[in-house]
Structures are given as C-alpha cells and as structure tokens.
C-alpha cells in the first residue's frame, strides 16, 4: 500500500471510530431518558425513533467501517505480531460486543421490555468510555 493510499485509509478509520464513538457514548445517554420516562409515550415513541436510527445509520455502519480500514491498516503495516495489538484488538472485539449488547437494549425498548433503571445506563455509558481511553493509548503509547 502506497503511502498516500495508507493515509486515506487511516483517515477513513479514524473517522468511523469518532462517529461509532459518538453514537456508543450517545446510545446510553438516550436509554437513561427513555427508562426515566417510561411513563410518557409520546416521548418514549420519539426515543425510540432516535435510538433505532442512530443505531442503524450511524453505528452500526461506522462500527463496520471502523473494522474494515482498521484491519487494512493491520496487515499492510505488519502490527499482527504487536503484542499492543493484540491487546488493542482484544479491547475493540469487547467493545463491539458492547455494541451488540446495545442493540439489544435498542430491541427491548422497541417492545417495552426494558427492566433497568436510568442509573443503570448511567453507569453502562462509562464501559466504552474506558475502552476508548485504554485504546487510544495503547495505540498512540504502543506500550508492548
């Protein structure tokens, strides 16, 4: 892979992970309202609208993106034998877990089966905060 072609690449990356982080520190921050407010439909109905699409149109692609760019940056620079990223991979596969746990989250409040309280949201919005974290200076550090 040709240098320029490189940092097209890794500019794509990068700006799939800022819109999947968006929406993975979003999508939390919107089930704390929603379960706060699950008495009110009308507002429960705009809530679920607001997260259905910001999980279908702005995460769920970006995560996608994130992985296809991010893998081509793994094997044209050579890091599959990096110990950090192995590490770093580790963290992004728990995190797109997290993803797919919320959008599990996303089905329960489509049908009204949401159990957990804003509280509980409160704190599960911190997880991909400190995934993030642990990941950007994995990268940027490569400390191992």
């Known amino acids: 892979m040709s240098e320029t072609t490189y940092l097209i690449v890794k500019s794509i990356h990068i700006i799939a992970v800022i819109s999947w982080m968006a929406g993975m520190l979003y999508l939390p921050r919107l089930f704390v309202y929603h379960a706060e407010n699950q008495g009110n439909s009308a507002l429960t109905d705009t809530f679920k609208v607001m997260e259905r699409r910001l999980l ?3 995460m769920t692609p970006a995560m996608i993106v994130s992985w296809i760019f991010g893998l081509a940056m793994v094997i ?5 034998k990096a110990p950090w990223m192995h590490a770093k991979l580790l963290l992004v596969l728990i995190l797109s877990g997290v993803h797919g746990w919320l959008a599990v989250c996303v089905k329960r409040f489509a049908s009204d089966q949401n159990l957990k ?3 509980y949201f409160r704190f599960v919005n911190e ?3 400190v995934l993030m974290i642990v990941i950007v200076v994995l990268v940027v550090v490569k400390p191992f």
């Open 127 to 129: 997880i991909p905060t």
């Open 56 to 58: 279908r149109f702005i």
């Open 117 to 119: 309280s804003g509280r």
């Open 76 to 80: 044209s620079a050579g890091w599959l």
